[in-house]
């Protein structure tokens, strides 16, 4: 789910957290990664016949967690905030008519830690729809894992009235899936990621 993955229309890169995570990891490994952005259900299937080695950043059902393997951590991890910024004083709108925050529909670690503040909410489909409702006026707050990722949105589309405002630390549980019998995969995984967390490397994705 976004920011874990994402893909611009007409994009053939695939960027975000759990790319910049695995790309990490793989380097543990010795090997070279390659991204598919799907939905949920075709991941898996595609992941159940072999076609994918693992999958990243989808939410299993209590069903599904018993036909693969899965290694859970917890991550700390930064939240970048991005805010409503106007460049000139006149197109400031109404606070009554600003919700405070917008998500991404499928992010429920940023979501369940935002719903606690008993915020304004609207959702957006995608990250870019999100940063355009913050840079229209729409919302007044975008928080996403993905510094990288935002800035790049940011920048290709022109968006002016929009900028970071702050960094919160959160935590939420990073799941690599993998097929059941793959346990060189599984071993390998496991190592890779306690390697990286020792060496602090995991701390440093943007």
Do not use: W
Request: net charge neutral; hydrophobic share 40%.
């Amino acid at each position: 789910f976004p920011s874990f993955s994402y893909q611009d229309d007409g994009d053939e890169e695939v960027r975000g957290y759990g790319v910049d995570v695995l790309n990490t990891i793989c380097v543990k490994l010795g090997r070279e990664p390659y991204f598919l952005v799907g939905r949920d259900e075709d991941l898996l299937r595609a992941l159940r016949d072999g076609d994918l080695d693992l999958v990243i950043g989808v939410v299993l059902s209590e069903n599904q967690s018993d036909d693969f393997n899965f290694l859970e951590i917890r991550i700390f991890v930064k939240q970048y905030s991005f805010v409503y910024h106007p460049q000139n004083a006149f197109n400031l709108l109404d606070n009554s008519k600003r919700a405070s925050l917008v998500l991404v529909k499928g992010q429920p670690y940023i979501a369940s830690g935002i719903l606690k503040r008993k915020e304004h909410l609207i959702q957006a489909r995608t990250v870019k729809e999100a940063l355009f409702m913050v840079n229209k006026g729409l919302a007044r707050e975008y928080i996403d894992y993905s510094n990288h990722l935002v800035t790049y949105l940011i920048g290709l589309n022109g968006l002016q009235n929009i900028r970071q405002s702050g960094v919160r630390m959160g935590q939420f549980p990073l799941t690599i899936i993998t097929e059941k019998n793959n346990t060189v995969l599984n071993s390998g995984l496991n190592l890779a990621f306690g390697s990286a967390i020792k060496s602090g490397e995991l701390d440093r994705v943007r």
